[in-house]
């Protein structure tokens, strides 16, 4: 229960630190809405997204107005497209992206997430025919994101998978080249996908989901570094370990809002309430940055030696307070370091003190991944697929999940900006080290076997 102090700090919060829900995502399962026929499947997915959805939007902003508190994007996740769509063409399935952008433009929703592969021990037929549908898909559509599960602890890693999806990274990068490869924004390679993520591009509904369900992303980095400066104004001797009791506190006043809206949202629409997700998401403001909390917490700036140390006091005291607020927390549950959604990380990697191998080695305390990262244009397929199979390898091993989200900007150099616009922000190209020694590696195929830690049984 929380005390009149904690009450207090809750409402300063609402009053001045805008605190937000960052997502609250309804799940839509296309189960039944499967067809031979495609003209009758899409217009089955149409009909049950505008049932389930329409409301969405203006509930979700009637409870946030009613609490003081924005929910920043309303969001649709459905039954990966791989599995309901299965008996389909990559030419048809390019068709079902486009009818999942239209439903979603017609019930309001910022982006729609499912049109999703889980492809960690081999390839199905409708596997192989969404992912190849990836560049025409996505470049052709607005608010259809992807998602591509190549690995996990107990698979190991399909490193045909990886090495398919370089060439398909790089094929929608130029398919969409006067927007700085934008369509590459909107893919996400997984390690460990969990069913539940609210947040794109990797959101989708788990075969073992309900037939609906609702979804929160909380987020708050800007509160947390407020909550950080306000201790250290008043007592600039605290340490590390009373700093993260200080972080842990915070996650817990900010997830229980998140878990309220959620719930409250849920009842509404009359559909079972899911998961809150803890991620710490940044946006482009000022005033939203993961970064800044790392300069709170005496960096010069993320990126500079301390910073996986740091990030794993952080990642950890949010998932404790997180943890203690809600029975049902979910989906990814880490903080975001996202190159181009956040200032002050992009402006890190502008300076030089982030570079592909530090934001690497910090994945590895963290749970999503390399997350927008800007890379030059001529960057091979064979390179990316290599960088992908080194972040899908600290997911195995590590037993959790991680992903990567990789950007070849075309006719673009490191040093140069990239430009993506609204939510996604923009960011500074960062060069790849040794490009093109990888290429004989990721030829070789096959699936790297499970670790020895899979074997839990």
């Known amino acids: 229960m929380l005390s009149d102090r904690e009450i207090l700090s809750t409402l300063e919060m609402l009053k001045n630190e805008h605190l937000d829900v960052r997502t609250v995502t309804l799940g839509i399962s296309l189960m039944d809405c499967i067809s031979h026929d495609l003209d009758r499947f899409m217009k089955q997915v149409r009909t049950k997204i505008r049932a389930l959805a329409g409301s969405l939007v203006p509930v979700c902003n009637e409870i ?97 998978a990886v090495n398919l999806m370089g060439r398909i990274i790089k094929a929608a990068a130029e398919m969409t080249a006067e927007a700085d490869g934008v369509a590459c924004a909107k893919i996400c390679v997984f390690a460990n996908i969990p069913q539940d993520i609210p947040f794109m591009a990797g959101a989708y509904l788990g075969v073992g989901e309900p037939d609906t369900v609702i979804n929160v992303g909380v987020s708050g980095p800007g509160v947390v570094k407020k909550a950080i400066d306000r201790a250290l104004a008043g007592n600039p001797r605290l340490t590390l370990g009373q700093l993260s009791d200080l972080i842990k506190k915070t996650a817990f006043k900010v ?63 949010v998932k404790k307070g997180g943890a203690f607020a809600s029975c049902y927390v979910g989906g990814l549950s880490g903080a975001f370091i996202p190159l181009s959604e956040d200032l002050h990380i992009s ?65 673009k150099k490191a040093g140069e900006k990239a430009f993506f616009g609204g939510l996604l922000g923009e960011a500074t190209i960062i060069p790849v080290q040794n490009s093109g020694g990888s290429e004989n590696f990721v030829r070789l195929g096959g699936r790297i076997p499970a670790p020895i830690q899979s074997l839990v049984n």
């Open 64 to 160: 946030g107005d009613k609490y003081g508190i924005p929910v920043v994007n309303k969001r649709i996740a459905v039954s990966p497209i791989s599995l309901a769509g299965a008996s389909f063409s990559s030419a048809e399935l390019v068709k079902v992206a486009q009818t999942l952008d239209e439903a979603a433009s017609e019930v309001s929703v910022d982006f729609i997430g499912g049109y999703t592969a889980l492809v960690e021990k081999g390839f199905s037929r409708g596997d192989l025919a969404l992912i190849e549908a990836l560049p025409e898909a996505l470049s052709t559509t607005r608010r259809v994101c992807a998602s591509v599960n190549v690995a996990s602890t107990r698979a190991g890693i399909n490193m045909d």
């Open 347 to 411: 402006e890190a990697a502008r300076k030089g003190y982030l570079c592909l191998e530090k934001l690497e080695a910090m994945t590895s305390v963290c749970s999503v991944g390399l997350d927008m990262i800007a890379i030059p244009g001529d960057t091979s397929a064979g390179t990316i697929a290599a960088i992908i199979a080194d972040e899908m390898a600290i997911g195995v091993m590590n037993k959790k999940t991680t992903a990567a989200r990789l950007i070849p900007v075309p006719r």
């Open 255 to 317: 997830t229980s809002v998140g878990e309220l809206i959620g719930r409250e949202v849920a009842e509404r629409l009359e559909v079972p309430f899911g998961i809150v997700d803890l991620s710490l998401a940044p946006t482009p403001n000022v005033g939203d940055s993961v970064g800044e909390i790392f300069q709170s917490l005496g960096l010069a700036g993320i990126g500079v030696p301390g910073s996986t140390a740091l990030l794993a006091l952080l990642n950890d005291a």
